[in-house]
């Protein structure tokens, strides 16, 4: 949206820095994180009724590409788009890997997003109690970890071809099932609040390389039994979708044509996943 050249100059600096694609926000609950989004330009105007759609970027940590992915998407059909960035290495140790695993060191993943949402909420002075969440790859695992610990905070998720998948299995340790879960987080699952998520998964159909999710003895990620979902991101996909539907959870599974490992071409599918979504 154009100024006005009535605008005061606050309302200027506003709609150039935080409306439509807006700048980098540090977390103020965490500072070494940081976020940004796209706030529809018309918001002012009528803010009720927008939703929130969290998009976790991959190891490859391209927030900003997700955030301007969806930003049509939520300009047309009133979506505030939140996309984190939880850079490599925040411990100085130079793993890639924490955010995936929601627990590393004394960051709790989670809990840091969810105060990005609170700090989005109280700058919009909207409620976000519920919002929708989307993460591919290194996205992919957080969400489908995210889901199992907080879902009475979601109102969707679609976890788009996590290397690694966390099964409802209490026999198996966190994070390969949720054993141990509320040791570790402080929280137990939640299969009726789980049931009240819609839940995509996704993966292209041809995700078919296993270099870099077959997890090996030794390496930071490995845990006993990580690698019996399947050897590829396909197979891994369709045991995570029998597991939820085992416990009776409604799983809607895309499997993308003609699409490797690409996150950006699964967008369009989480955009008509989230416009089939009740009221």
């Known amino acids: 949206m154009l100024s006005n050249q009535q605008d005061t100059p606050e309302a200027r600096?506003?709609?150039?820095?935080?409306?439509?694609?807006?700048?980098i926000f540090?977390?103020?609950?965490?500072?070494?994180?940081?976020?940004?989004?796209?706030?529809?330009?018309?918001?002012?105007?009528?803010?009720?009724?927008?939703?929130?759609?969290?998009?976790?970027?991959?190891?490859?940590?391209?927030?900003?590409?997700y955030r301007d992915a969806f930003a049509e998407f939520g300009r047309f059909?009133?979506?505030?788009?939140?996309?984190?960035l939880f850079p490599v290495g925040p411990l100085g140790d130079g793993n890639p890997h924490g955010f995936k695993y929601l627990k590393e060191g004394d960051i709790r993943y989670d809990e840091v997003l969810l105060a990005m949402v609170e700090e989005v909420?109280?700058?919009l002075n909207t409620s976000?109690?519920?919002?929708?969440?989307?993460?591919?790859?290194?996205?992919?695992?957080f969400a489908n970890r995210f889901y199992y610990l907080h879902p009475e905070r979601l109102r969707s998720v679609s976890i788009g071809a996590p290397g690694s998948v966390t099964l409802i299995d209490e026999s198996r340790d966190w994070w390969v099932g949720t054993g141990g879960i509320e040791a570790i987080f402080g929280k137990s699952l939640n299969l009726e609040a789980l049931r009240e998520v819609d839940v995509q998964l996704l993966v292209g159909a041809a995700d078919l390389e296993t270099w870099e999710i077959h997890y090996?003895?030794?390496?930071?990620?490995?845990?006993?039994g990580i690698n019996d979902a399947g050897r590829t991101r396909v197979e891994r996909n369709a045991t995570l979708a029998r597991n939820l539907e085992a416990h009776d959870i409604r799983v809607q599974q895309d499997i993308v044509p003609n699409t490797a490992h690409a996150g950006v071409s699964v967008v369009p599918y989480v955009q008509d996943f989230l416009l089939q979504l009740g009221a």
């Open 121 to 123: 909420s109280a700058a």
């Open 77 to 84: 059909n009133r979506y505030i788009i939140l996309a984190p």
């Open 216 to 224: 090996a003895p030794g390496s930071v990620q490995y845990k006993e």
């Open 26 to 65: 540090s977390c103020r609950k965490d500072p070494r994180f940081s976020y940004c989004l796209y706030v529809p330009q018309t918001f002012d105007q009528a803010p009720e009724g927008h939703r929130l759609l969290v998009a976790v970027h991959g190891t490859g940590r391209t927030m900003v590409e």
């Open 128 to 141: 976000f109690e519920r919002f929708s969440l989307f993460g591919y790859s290194g996205g992919g695992h």
């Open 13 to 23: 600096h506003r709609q150039m820095y935080y409306r439509g694609s807006t700048t």
